[in-house]
């Protein structure tokens, strides 16, 4: 039986709800979610609150419970308030609003509302509304914000929770700007991120080949075995890149002389302009992330005599400028990969919030985490799992 026991204060850094009665059960088996009310450092403003189990859904609309959701490097720059995409205020806890973190995850259908069709209690579901706020135990949302995920052979949560933001990233930007042929070569930085990863095993499926700078590491050859394994034809660090006459002649020789077509940049700075140098005539340099926090800059020859073009790539436009039915197909073509054993889980570590750990403790983990992922210390993608969710 439900027995109100004692009064919790929702606390964090710089958030507080007061002091409200709660149940054992809501103790044990917590809805949480880690918000922020102004946006500002993680490891200051983030904390994590317990809020009541949902109602059952109004019409129109479905209970969801997050299973996993990732904490990608864009979220940590929609916390700092640096994105351009904005989260919106809800009020999970009775009378306070705040913005709930996360952008992208997977989710189970718990409950649909009446008038809701094609989704149905034991479904996957991803979201399709950007900055859903998916670091939270159980959502009501629309069906519209939502997605099923096809269920396949092989196909994880941890794929799931990571379906929609990176693996889409690359394999758009593998098709959308050149016709690629079988044999033809990709290059890429940040070779070893989650999207470079998705572009390795993807380009691979197509039977594309692919160049892939990295950062120099103690443990390159172990890094560059890894990327192999996942069909990566040669990788090459930064430093490689000094010698321009020298790799001018190995990237060419690699290539039999074909220009490669295709550049595709996550760091930006001064690296990204000496692989610029290695394209070949009429390719494009794409850019999706600026990881060195450092702008992109390139000489005016490669306009002049080789027609580089150059393109950002956001896969939040693609959303928002595709159809439902497109989105459908591309969440299908991907789970076909991971089906076909052509799309792994990446690297990953999940972070599980206890349903006995106190809201403050779960806070602390929390930003502990974003703390050490902003200064670049974390080689995996960190997904967070709340456990004991209603
Ligand atoms: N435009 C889009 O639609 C879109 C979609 C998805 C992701 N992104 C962006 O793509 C980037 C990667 O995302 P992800 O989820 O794949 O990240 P991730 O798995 O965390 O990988 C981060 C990558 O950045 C590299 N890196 C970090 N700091 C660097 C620095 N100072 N100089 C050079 N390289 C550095 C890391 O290399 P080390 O291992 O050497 O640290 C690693 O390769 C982020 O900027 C993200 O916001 C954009």
């Not at 509304?129 to 939270?136: D, H, P």
């Not at 930064?238 to 010698?243: E, K, P, Q, T």
């Given at each position: 039986m439900l027995q109100t026991l004692h009064r919790v204060t929702i606390l964090g850094p710089r958030l507080s709800f007061g002091s409200r009665p709660f149940s054992v059960s809501s103790i044990l088996r917590a809805n949480r979610a880690v918000v922020y009310t102004q946006t500002g450092d993680p490891s200051q403003v983030l904390t994590t609150v317990t809020y009541d189990a949902l109602p059952s859904p109004a019409p129109d609309t479905l209970n969801i419970r997050f299973l996993l959701a990732p904490i990608n490097p864009a979220d940590i720059n929609v916390v700092q308030g640096v994105y351009p995409a904005k989260p919106s205020l809800t009020s999970l806890v009775e009378g306070h609003e705040v913005f709930v973190g996360g952008n992208e995850g997977l989710a189970e259908v718990v409950q649909v509302g009446t008038g809701v069709s094609g989704l149905t209690s034991g479904d996957w579901v991803v979201m399709t509304?950007?900055?859903?706020?998916?670091?939270?135990s159980s959502r009501n949302v629309r069906p519209q914000d939502v997605l099923r995920l096809p269920r396949a052979d092989g196909l994880t949560e941890v794929h799931g929770a990571t379906m929609t933001v990176n693996p889409p990233t690359a394999y758009n930007m593998l098709n959308d700007f050149v016709t690629l042929e079988k044999d033809e070569w990709v290059m890429q930085n940040g070779a070893n991120s989650a999207v470079g990863q998705a572009v390795i095993q993807i380009a691979a499926s197509r039977g594309l080949k692919t160049l892939n700078l990295v950062r120099q590491r103690p443990d390159l050859d172990d890094l560059t075995r890894k990327l192999k394994a996942l069909g990566a034809t040669k990788v090459l660090t930064?430093?490689?890149?000094?010698?321009r006459a020298l790799t001018k002649t190995i990237v060419k020789d690699w290539t039999a002389g074909k220009g490669i077509r295709l550049g595709l940049n996550c760091v930006s700075g001064k690296d990204t302009t000496a692989m610029a140098r290695l394209l070949g005539d009429d390719a494009y340099l794409v850019s999706y992330g600026a990881m060195s926090k450092e702008p992109l800059s390139l000489p005016t020859s490669l306009f002049i005599f080789k027609n580089l073009t150059t393109a950002g790539f956001w896969q939040s436009r693609w959303y928002k400028t595709h159809t439902r039915e497109d989105k459908e197909n591309l969440m299908r073509t991907l789970v076909d990969l991971v089906s076909q054993g052509k799309l792994k889980e990446p690297e990953h570590e999940i972070l599980s919030i206890g349903a006995e750990e106190s809201d403050e403790a779960a806070g602390q983990k929390i930003r502990d985490i974003i703390t050490k992922m902003s200064a670049g210390q974390y080689g995996k993608k960190v997904l967070l799992r709340f456990e004991g969710a209603q």
């Open positions: 509304k950007a900055q859903a706020g998916t670091w939270a930064y430093d490689d890149l000094a010698d």
